[in-house]
């Protein structure tokens, strides 16, 4: 019984040593590419070593961390499937799943059959939002489902042209998800525990952007990328507060809002980065915008911020790093052109890793000066479309098919 339960500990110390700061939602705990509580090594090697790999299916959904355990949605059997992993060994722990038909625009069929967009975890419950926009909620601990939603009866397209990509959060125990598609939608909260509605704003179909919540002017604000506008929210009743046209060839508004000192910065394909400020005057919302750099016009890709920079990927020059200066919108630097057609960014204290879609992983410095790379690594054979998610001492990549925990 004495060495049973020793290993039991040294089980969950390990466990948590893997894990670091959780990682349960869309680009981190606060939504916004940062991590905390990495151990870095003081020299980098000249190649990671692979701790595990397992097949978990196609998508682009990231991995997320929580309580200790890892997440992975993903389309499996052609069905989409969720499943809890143990992040020490890769072992699968539970699997849940449902059917899940979906017809792929031609358009996009190199991106495959999703789903796309990153599951939420919050207090025992894992939300999440498939391709064709089917809205589920599970248990954490055991993959029972909860309850599930799919909006057939209420919009004529249930997810936009290209699949549903926006990924959902929970605030304030409310659920909220952008549901629909190109004909109609509606910005939705729901009760994570019933599935019950909360509040809905129908004012325009969901882009593929994901929400975030900030403080702006004192007033928290739920900011995000519909289908045709930058818009921000009361995140307790959904009333709009504010609106701005924003518009891309294709209808693809993406990139996920960030914030800099109150002023948000924005971007989107064919598009010019900028900053626009909120305020409120008194007798309402206004917008002003500050800044704009035609260079760092950004597709897919999410910027990261460190110390008054803005880094990020632009799909200009078939692919380039970048950093910018997030208080005027000065380019400081550009890497090399023809890097891919996305890259997905973290940032730790001040290092930064750097996936491309081609899988080629690049740790750098935080550096406003130049493009300070410390080391390159390929970690998968197939490309990596889904954003990678940083534990203790190791980086979980999933690929086309394969999710894969790397150690330094």
Known sequence: ???????????????????????????????????????????????????????????HSSPVIADGKLYQFSRLNDRESIAAIDLASGK????????????????????????????????????????????SCFDAATGKRLWQKEFSQRFRDTSPLYGTAMSPIIHDGMLIAHVGG??????????????????SWTGDGPGYA???????????????QTESKIA?????????????????????????????????????????TMALRVKNSGGGWTTEKLWESEESSMYMNSPVLSGGLAFGFTNR??????????????????????SGENAAIIRTGDTLFLLTDEAELTVARVNG???????????????????????????????????ALWGW
């Open 369 to 403: 000066e130049r493009f300070e790379k410390l080391r390159e690594y390929s970690v998968a054979d197939t490309p990596a479309w889904a954003h990678p998610a940083l534990t203790k001492n190791g980086i979980l990549v999933k690929d086309l098919e394969s999710l």
């Open 92 to 135: 699968v722990l539970w699997r849940e799943s449902y059917a899940a038909p979906y017809r792929m625009n031609s358009s996009a069929r190199s991106h495959g059959m999703g789903p796309k967009s990153t599951p939420v975890v919050r207090d025992g419950k894992i939300c999440t939002l498939g391709i064709s926009g089917i809205l």
């Open 232 to 272: 921000g929210f009361d995140p307790g009743s959904g009333e709009l507060l504010w609106e701005i046209p924003f518009k891309t060839p294709w209808v693809q508004n993406v990139p996920t809002p960030a914030i800099h000192d109150g002023v948000l910065i924005l971007s989107g394909l064919s598009n010019p």
């Open 182 to 199: 190109g004909s109609g939608g509606a910005l939705t909260a729901f009760d994570p525990a019933t599935g019950d509605e909360e509040w």
């Open 1 to 59: 019984m004495y060495r049973s339960a020793i290993t039991v500990q040294c089980i969950l110390l390990l466990a948590t040593a893997l894990a670091g700061q959780e990682w349960p939602q869309w680009r981190g705990a606060e939504r916004d590419g940062t991590v905390t509580g990495v151990d870095l090594p003081a020299a980098w090697p000249e190649r990671l070593t692979r701790k595990w790999k397992i097949t978990v299916g196609v998508g």
């Open 317 to 338: 020059n078939k692919g380039q790093f970048f950093c910018l200066d997030a208080s005027d919108g000065a380019l400081r630097w550009k890497g090399e052109p023809r």
């Open 210 to 224: 994901s929400p975030i919540v900030v403080q702006i002017g004192g007033v928290e604000q739920l900011v995000t």
